[in-house]
C-alpha cells in the first residue's frame, strides 16, 4: 500500500461551497409552519449564526477559522493510498485509490463537522448541545468536540446501535456525552413514539425531534446535526480538496474515472465527491459520481423527490430531497449510519441535474467486500464504508487486461469497523 500525505501546510484553508457552482439553483428550504422559503433568522433558535449564514451561502470558497484548523492538525491532512493488493486479488487493470477518514480520534470523518459545529456554537456562547446518532460515530465525533469547547454534549442514539454497538455508547461516555436510547420516555416525541410500538428499533428521524425538543425547551442550549444540511456538506469538502492533491502526488494529474462514496444522509459522500463535480462543472474533470446507499433503506434508488422533514415529529424545516417518507423506519441492518429516511438536499439535487449516479447495495455484497477489503489491505472498514467498497470492487472487474492500465477509482473510506467487530463476526 502506497500512501500519499499531504504537509500539514498544504491543508485547505477553505471549504468547498458546490451551492456556488450547480448549474440549477438548487429549491429553498420552507418553513414547516407556513410552507414559505425558509429565512435565516427562522433557523437560529436551533442553529449557531455562523452555521446559518453558511447554510444559505453561495459563496464559493468559506475561510475554515483558525482554531477549527488547529484542531484538524490532530489528524489532517488524512492519507490517501493506493491499493494494489486488492487490485491483484481482483484481477483488474484500474488503479485503486482510497481516501482514508478511519485515521480520525473518532475513526470516521464525522469530526470534520462536529469540530466547526461546536466552534460556532461557542462563538454564540452556546453550553450545550443535544444531537442523535445512528451508528454512534457522529455523536462520538460532538462528544469529542465539545470538550474543546467547554460545552455539555447530550445524545439520542437509535434504539437498534444502541444495544448493538455499546463500545460507541462508551467511546461517547469516555468524552462526557450523556446518551439515551431512542425513542425514549425522556420527550414528548419519543412518548408517543413508544406508544405507538413500544418495540419499536428506532430511527434517525425519531432520535432527531427528541434532540430538538431538548434544545427548544432548554436554554443555552442548541442543537446539532451531522449530515444532511448544507452547512454540513461544507464542512466536510475538505477531504475530497486534499484528494485532489494527493492524487497529483500519485501523478493522477487528470483526476480519477470514477469518485465512490457511501451514501446515508450524505455528509461523507458530499465530502468527498463535490470538489470533484465542482471541477466537472467547470470542465477541468469529467469523473463519474457515484452514491452508493443500502438496499434496505434506498431513499436515492427508490425514494421521491419532494419537500419532507428530517424528522418524524415535523419539527424540521421542509426539505427538497429523496425521501423514503418520514415515517419509514428501516430494518435494523450493521450500517447504522446509513439508516436514514432521506438525502442530503444537496446530494439530492445533484442526482436530479444529472452531477451523480445512485445505486443500492445488499448487506451481504457490503460484508463481503469489507472483508476482501480487509484481508488484502489490511483495514477493517466501517459497515458504511463497505458499501462504497463493494461497489467499487464490482466496477474494477468489469476493467481486465495490463495491471495499472484502466481507470483510476477513488473510495471514500469513511471509518474504521474496530468497533463494529460483532457485526463481521455475525457475518462470518
Given amino acids: 500500500m502506497t500512501k500519499a500525505v499531504l504537509p500539514e501546510s498544504l491543508m485547505p484553508t477553505h ?15 420552507l418553513h414547516p409552519g407556513t410552507g414559505e422559503p425558509l429565512a435565516p433568522e427562522d433557523m437560529t433558535p436551533l442553529f449557531a449564526t455562523g452555521l446559518v449564514e453558511q447554510e444559505f451561502s453561495r459563496e464559493r470558497y468559506i475561510e ?14 488524512s492519507p490517501l493510498a493506493r491499493a494494489p493488493r486488492l487490485e491483484r486479488a481482483l484481477g483488474t487493470s484500474a488503479r485503486i485509490y482510497f481516501k482514508n477518514e478511519s485515521v480520525s480520534p473518532i475513526g470516521s470523518h464525522k469530526p470534520n463537522t462536529s469540530i466547526a459545529q461546536a466552534y460556532y456554537n461557542r462563538v454564540d456562547g452556546i453550553t450545550k448541545l443535544t444531537t442523535e446518532t445512528g451508528a454512534g460515530q457522529w455523536g462520538a465525533s460532538l462528544a469529542f468536540a465539545g470538550q474543546f469547547f467547554d460545552q455539555e454534549v447530550e445524545v ?51 432520535a432527531v425531534s427528541e434532540a430538538i425538543e431538548v434544545a427548544v425547551g432548554t436554554e443555552g442550549a442548541r442543537y446539532s446535526l451531522g449530515s444532511v444540511l448544507n452547512h454540513v456538506m461544507l464542512h ?10 494527493q492524487l497529483e502526488m500519485f501523478g493522477e494529474d487528470a483526476g480519477p474515472d470514477i469518485v465512490i462514496g457511501c451514501a446515508g444522509g450524505g455528509s461523507n459522500l458530499a465530502g468527498l465527491s463535490f470538489p470533484f463535480i465542482g471541477a466537472n462543472i467547470r470542465g477541468e474533470t469529467a469523473a463519474r459520481i457515484l452514491a452508493v446507499e443500502p438496499a434496505r433503506c434506498p ?24 425521501t423514503l417518507g418520514r415515517d419509514f423506519v428501516p430494518d435494523p441492518i450493521h450500517a447504522g449510519g446509513l439508516r436514514y429516511h ?54 474494477a472487474r468489469r476493467h481486465t487486461g495490463e495491471p495499472g492500465s484502466g481507470p483510476v477509482i477513488l473510495i471514500g473510506l469513511s471509518g474504521n469497523g474496530f468497533l463494529d467487530l460483532p457485526a463481521y463476526d455475525q457475518f462470518l
Fill in 64 to 77: 475554515i477559522p483558525e482554531p477549527v484548523r488547529d484542531i484538524y492538525r490532530l489528524w489532517r491532512p
Fill in 15 to 29: 471549504w468547498y461551497n458546490l451551492a456556488a457552482d450547480f448549474p440549477e439553483p438548487m429549491p429553498p428550504h
Fill in 299 to 322: 431513499s436515492l434508488t427508490k425514494g421521491e423527490y419532494r419537500y419532507d422533514h428530517g424528522d418524524v415529529a415535523g419539527l424540521t424545516p421542509l426539505l427538497k430531497m429523496h
Fill in 156 to 206: 439520542w442514539q437509535v434504539r437498534a446501535s444502541y444495544d448493538s454497538k455499546p463500545y460507541r455508547r462508551m467511546l461517547m461516555h469516555v468524552y462526557g456525552a450523556t446518551v439515551h436510547p431512542s425513542p425514549s420516555d425522556l420527550t414528548e416525541a419519543g412518548r408517543a413514539m413508544l406508544a405507538k410500538d413500544p418495540d419499536t428499533p428506532g430511527s434517525l428521524g425519531m
Fill in 236 to 245: 466536510q469538502t475538505i477531504i475530497g480538496q486534499e484528494a485532489i492533491r
Fill in 342 to 395: 432521506a438525502m442530503a438536499p444537496m446530494v439530492s439535487h445533484a442526482v436530479e441535474t444529472g452531477l451523480m449516479e445512485a445505486r443500492s447495495i445488499t448487506q451481504e455484497e457490503a460484508f463481503a467486500a469489507g472483508i476482501l477489503f480487509a484481508r488484502t489491505e489490511g483495514t477493517v472498514p466501517a459497515p458504511e464504508s463497505n458499501h462504497a467498497i463493494a461497489a467499487a470492487v464490482a466496477e
